[in-house]
T-cell receptor, first 112, second 110 residues
Framework: DAKTTQPPSMDCAEGRAANLPCNHS???????VYWYRQIHSQGPQYIIHGLKNNETNEMASLIITEDRKSSTLILPHATLRDTAVYYC?????????????FGGGTRLMVKP | NAGVTQTPKFRILKIGQSMTLQCTQD?????MYWYRQDPGMGLKLIYY???????DKGEVPNGYNVSRSTTEDFPLRLELAAPSQTSVYFC?????????FGPGTRLTVL
């Protein structure tokens, strides 16, 4: 699975959009981009995933560049409860164990 | 629908003791996983299972054992606990990249 690079930390004002970037320049054609988050002391929570088209659900939007070498997770109106570590994970569709490899993630701090 | 449940929530072990961390899921998922997370670090995969009777090693399997006799249960066994196994342990189930995690077991080995 491709390696990902994320900034270690970011701040966002409450009510504003939080844009979390992820670089995955070595991604291959059969690899999906997944986003998870981990609120302090809790288990990780799935947010969204995509292959090449932009995706949106009730939690967030995922924007993947046309060359698929990077992506951005958007939380449209961040709240204090969105303070968490956000993990960007690239995983191939035929990963034998459906495994996920968690890197360091981005620690998002939403401030009042 | 409880999702993924783990017991116990907290445990303190002495060096050399053994214990089993329990994990149960009620979503009928074939895939189940055990991760550990050391303070300030990301999750590392210990073992995983693709179905009842089938298990395989992850990134950090040494010092642990697993079994999968049913779809629902995936216990993790620690033999001869060591201080290096002090960590938070998360169980997960799912497939296709979408995993559902339990609340974790915080283990301290003294």
């Amino acid at each position: 699975d491709a390696k990902t690079t994320q900034p270690p930390s970011m701040d966002c004002a409450e009510g504003r959009a939080a844009n979390l970037p992820c670089n995955h320049s070595t991604i291959s054609g059969n690899e999906y981009v997944y986003w998870y988050r981990q609120i302090h002391s809790q288990g990780p929570q799935y947010i969204i995933h995509g292959l090449k088209n932009n995706e949106t659900n009730e939690m967030a939007s995922l924007i993947i560049t046309e060359d698929r070498k990077s992506s951005t997770l958007i939380l449209p109106h961040a709240t204090l409860r969105d303070t968490a570590v956000y993990y960007c994970i690239v995983r191939s569709w035929n990963n034998a164990g459906n495994m996920l490899t968690f890197g360091g993630g981005t620690r998002l701090m939403v401030k009042p | 629908n409880a999702g993924v449940t783990q017991t116990p929530k907290f445990r303190i072990l002495k060096i050399g003791q053994s214990m089993t961390l329990q994990c149960t899921q009620d979503m009928n998922h074939n895939y189940m996983y055990w991760y550990r997370q050391d303070p300030g670090m990301g999750l590392k995969l210990i073992y995983y299972s693709v179905g009842a009777g089938i298990t395989d090693k992850g990134e950090v399997p040494n010092g642990y054992n697993v079994s999968r006799s049913t779809t629902e249960d995936f216990p993790l066994r620690l033999e001869l606990a060591a201080p290096s196994q002090t960590s938070v342990y998360f169980c997960a189930s799912g497939g296709g990249g979408k995993q559902f995690f339990g609340p974790g077991t915080r283990l301290t080995v003294l």
